[in-house]
Every structure is written in structure tokens, then in C-alpha cells.
């Protein structure tokens, strides 16, 4: 829903093109995995598919799931991980979605061995496809970061992220908690990767000292499962598996997460932070807080569609 939400932003500031919308898709070997259920953790299961089709229907946006109804001037995503055959060769506007996973070996995998499909890295090889026309980032320091990975600095635009561009706004909310410990969950596992959940819950319940304790539960993750591991281990800890993390980190004193895009809400609004990757870093990555980033990208679209129709 990240990208979903983010793309819609975009579109809003274009009421006068003509837009049509669509779940994330795959095409190729891709979508073989997808319909042979095999990806049902990804952007592309039926669960994910399923809840950006109801917000595009809730809206009453023209929806051309898999792109095939029209002959399209531009496309508009926020993942390149998979670039899909109808796509190609066309303008794309790529925008990115959040925080990117760590560079792991299998990063080091995907960049170097040609056969191996960037997806296998996660979010670390996002930017790496080069099929897009622009690239529309988070902040400088992102813009460094995507340089230094080898994405071509001439098609990067610092424009900000439309979902964490204005992170104040999470502070009016009606959340009825306050000056809590939030702990932020990820769904590694749900991706085939290892987590130490026991360990997280344990280091939160150290941390909260006796403070009231709420998790958020990652939208992929198996919610019965975590939800027993958290009773375990922390009996009185308050369990979401849905609704606004945004407003919830606004609302609380002390936030913990282990990779989650989320941590830059926290930074953003000064929260005592805990996580699993270098916050000095981190605060270098911040998305840019100036509330512009859908018209900031909505411009750069308008750039390649008049460049387009030249």
C-alpha cells in the first residue's frame, strides 16, 4: 500500500491527464512465480493485489490491471525490481518507495552475475534496472547513496517521498495512546529470511521498563504467530496488526524497529530510536520534510510528457 498510496499521491496533482491505475504486475518468468502462488509474500500476491484494487475501486479510479488497455505516454512506479515487458522502452518515472534492505551478499550476487534477478537482493537493487527515464528520491543523501551503488547521477531527482515528506501531519491523529514504547515489527521471516523475533521482543520489554508496550505488526506478516510470540514474552503488551504506524510513532516516547521505512517517521519527529542499523546514517538518509514531494514529481512527469509529445 506504500506504493500504492504513493503513486496515488502523484496522480492527484495530474487531474488533467488521462490516468489509469493498477496493482503492481509481473510479466515473465515473474509472473509464472505468481501464478503458480509462489510469490504470494511479494508486491505481487493476491493479498496485496487484492487491498490496491480496493483502495483504486474505493476512489473510483480507472484501473487497467497488467497495463493492456491503453498505448501509454508515461508510467509511473515505484519499484523496478521487476520491470515489466510492456513498460519497457517507454518513459518511466520511477520513485522510490522507502528505506532499501541492506547489501548483503546477495546484493553482491545480483550486481555482479547478469542471470540473477535483481528481486533476489529485496529493496537493495532498487535504482539498478536503469530502465526508467528519472529517478525520484528521498533526499541528498539517498542521492549519494543510489551514485555510490552505480545508479547514473544524471537521472536522479531529489524530490522527496510523498509518504514521508510530511511527517508532522501524523501528529493530529486520534490514536487513543500516548508516551507508549512502539516496536515496529518486519516480515523477514514471511520473506525467507531469518529473524530472532524472541530476542526483539525481549530487548523491547528491557527497553520499555515497565512503560506500556505496543506492537505494530508488519502488513505481511503471519499475525497469529506473532501475536502468540508476543503474549509469550510479553503478556501485557498491546498487539495491532493494522491501522496507522505513522500516527502510532507520533503518539509514542521511544520507538524500535529492526529495517523498517518507518524509522524515518521516528527520526523525523526527534524519538528516542532504536534499531538495527546506524542511526548517524540514518539521519543522513531523512527523507527531505518539506511537503512538496507529490508536486515535486508530478512536475518531473510533466517534464517527460512535454519531452515526449515534442
Not at 4 to 29: E, I, K, L, N
Not at 135 to 145: E, P
Request: hydrophobic share 40%; net charge positive.
Amino acid at each position: 500500500m506504500n506504493q500504492t498510496t504513493q503513486v496515488y499521491r502523484v496522480a492527484t496533482q495530474m487531474s488533467d491527464v488521462d490516468a489509469w491505475f493498477s496493482p503492481h504486475y509481473a510479466t515473465g518468468f515473474e509472473e509464472w512465480l505468481r501464478r503458480l502462488r509462489l510469490a504470494e509474500f511479494t508486491v505481487l500476491g493476491r493479498k496485496h493485489v487484492n487491498r490496491s484494487l480496493r483502495f483504486f475501486r474505493e476512489r473510483g479510479l480507472r484501473i487497467d490491471y497488467g497495463g493492456t488497455r491503453n498505448d501509454y505516454d508515461l508510467v509511473v512506479t515505484s519499484s523496478d525490481l521487476v520491470v515489466q515487458e510492456n513498460i519497457r522502452r517507454r518513459p518511466v518515472v520511477l520513485i522510490q518507495e522507502g528505506m532499501t534492505d541492506p547489501e548483503t551478499w546477495l546484493f553482491r550476487l545480483a550486481v555482479r552475475v547478469p542471470c540473477v534477478p535483481r528481486w533476489v537482493a529485496g529493496t537493495a537493487t532498487n535504482g539498478l534496472s536503469d530502465e526508467y527515464s528519472c529517478f525520484c528520491v528521498a533526499s541528498k543523501g539517498y542521492r549519494d547513496l543510489f551514485i555510490r551503488k552505480g545508479v547514473k547521477a544524471d537521472k536522479i531527482r531529489v524530490t522527496g517521498i510523498p509518504n514521508f515528506d510530511h511527517c508532522r501531519k501524523y501528529c493530529e491523529n486520534e490514536f487513543p495512546h500516548r508516551g507508549y514504547v512502539l516496536v515496529c515489527t518486519s516480515d523477514l521471516r514471511e520473506k525467507y529470511r531469518f529473524e530472532n523475533r524472541a530476542a526483539l521482543i525481549r530487548r523491547a520489554v528491557d527497553i520499555a521498563g515497565g512503560r506500556r508496550l505496543i506492537f505494530k505488526l508488519h502488513p505481511n506478516e503471519n499475525v497469529r504467530r506473532a501475536a502468540l510470540e508476543i503474549r509469550r514474552l510479553a503478556p501485557h503488551a498491546l498487539v495491532y496488526s493494522s491501522g496507522s504506524a505513522e500516527e502510532m510513532i507520533a503518539n509514542c516516547d521511544v520507538f524500535i524497529t529492526r529495517y523498517s521505512s518507518t524509522v524515518y517517521v521516528a527520526l523525523a519527529l526527534g524519538k528516542e530510536v532504536h534499531c538495527d542499523l546506524d542511526q548517524e546514517e540514518l539521519r543522513n538518509l531523512v527523507p527531505d520534510q518539506h511537503g512538496q514531494a507529490a508536486e515535486n514529481i508530478a512536475a518531473v512527469c510533466r517534464e517527460l510528457l512535454a519531452a515526449s509529445h515534442f
